[in-house]
T-cell receptor, first 113, second 113 residues
C-alpha cells in the first residue's frame, strides 16, 4: 500500500494555458475525491467519483474544470484557460467505499502567472 | 448544510503546556467529526475522528477530542505540547455517508521552546 499519489507535485503555468493533474488512489479504493486548498484556508470539496461515475460536483467547479476517472482507477483533473485565481493546492483523496475514511495525497500545487 | 468554525487562526503555546484548539460545527444531520493535521508542503493526516459511540476520542500523537452535541463543539486537546506539534490543524465535518468532508479554515499552532 503506497498511499495516494499525485502528479505533478508542482506546476507553474501562464494564464490562459490548460493544465492536467493526475491522482492515483490506493489500490481497490472505489471512491476518489478532489479538493482545492487556497493559501491560509481549509480544503474545499470539488467533486467525487464512485468507481468511474462522477456523483457530485461543487459549484466551485466551473465549466473550465473537468474531472474524469475513466476506468475507475486513476483520475485526472483538467483546468482549461487557467486564471490567476486558480492558483491553489489541489488535493486528491480516496476511500475504500462510502462510509470509509478518506486518505489524502500530497497535493499538486498550481501557480498561474 | 454543514459548516465548521475554528476560533483562532493562530495559537501559540509553550513547550510542555496544554494545547487547546477550538472547533464548532453546524450540521443538519448527525455528524462525523474529524481533526486533520497538515505539516508544511505535506498532505493531510487524520489525527482522530468521531463517528458514533464514545464522545471522548483519542487519536495519534497524544491528541484527543470530545464531542459535545449540546455545544456543537469538538475541541482538540493535548496535555503537553511538543515542538513537533507545530503545524496547521483542520477541524472537519461530514455526514454519516462520508460523501464529502467540509473543512474549517484551520488553526496554525506554534510551539515556543
Amino acid at each position: 500500500d503506497t498511499g495516494v499519489s499525485q502528479d505533478p507535485r508542482h506546476k507553474i503555468t501562464k494564464r490562459g494555458q490548460n493544465v492536467t493533474f493526475r491522482c492515483d488512489p490506493i489500490s481497490e479504493h472505489n471512491r476518489l475525491y478532489w479538493y482545492r486548498q487556497t493559501l491560509g484556508q481549509g480544503p474545499e470539496f470539488l467533486t467525487y467519483f464512485q468507481n468511474e461515475a462522477q456523483l457530485e460536483k461543487s459549484r466551485l467547479l466551473s465549466d473550465r474544470f473537468s474531472a474524469e476517472r475513466p476506468k475507475g482507477s486513476f483520475s485526472t483533473l483538467e483546468i482549461q484557460r487557467t486564471e490567476q485565481g486558480d492558483s491553489a493546492m489541489y488535493l486528491c483523496a480516496s476511500s475504500l467505499d462510502a462510509g470509509f475514511e478518506q486518505f489524502f495525497g500530497p497535493g499538486t500545487r498550481l501557480t498561474v502567472l | 448544510a454543514q459548516s465548521v468554525t475554528q476560533l483562532g487562526s493562530h495559537v501559540s503555546v509553550s513547550e510542555g503546556a496544554l494545547v487547546l484548539l477550538r472547533c464548532n460545527y453546524s450540521s443538519s444531520v448527525p455528524p462525523y467529526l474529524f481533526w486533520y493535521v497538515q505539516y508544511p508542503n505535506q498532505g493531510l493526516q487524520l489525527l482522530l475522528k468521531y463517528t458514533t459511540g464514545a464522545t471522548l476520542v483519542k487519536g495519534i500523537n497524544g491528541f484527543e477530542a470530545e464531542f459535545k452535541k449540546s455545544e456543537t463543539s469538538f475541541h482538540l486537546t493535548k496535555p503537553s505540547a511538543h515542538m513537533s506539534d507545530a503545524a496547521e490543524y483542520f477541524c472537519a465535518v461530514s455526514g454519516t455517508s462520508y460523501d464529502k468532508v467540509i473543512f474549517g479554515p484551520g488553526t496554525s499552532l506554534s510551539v515556543i521552546p
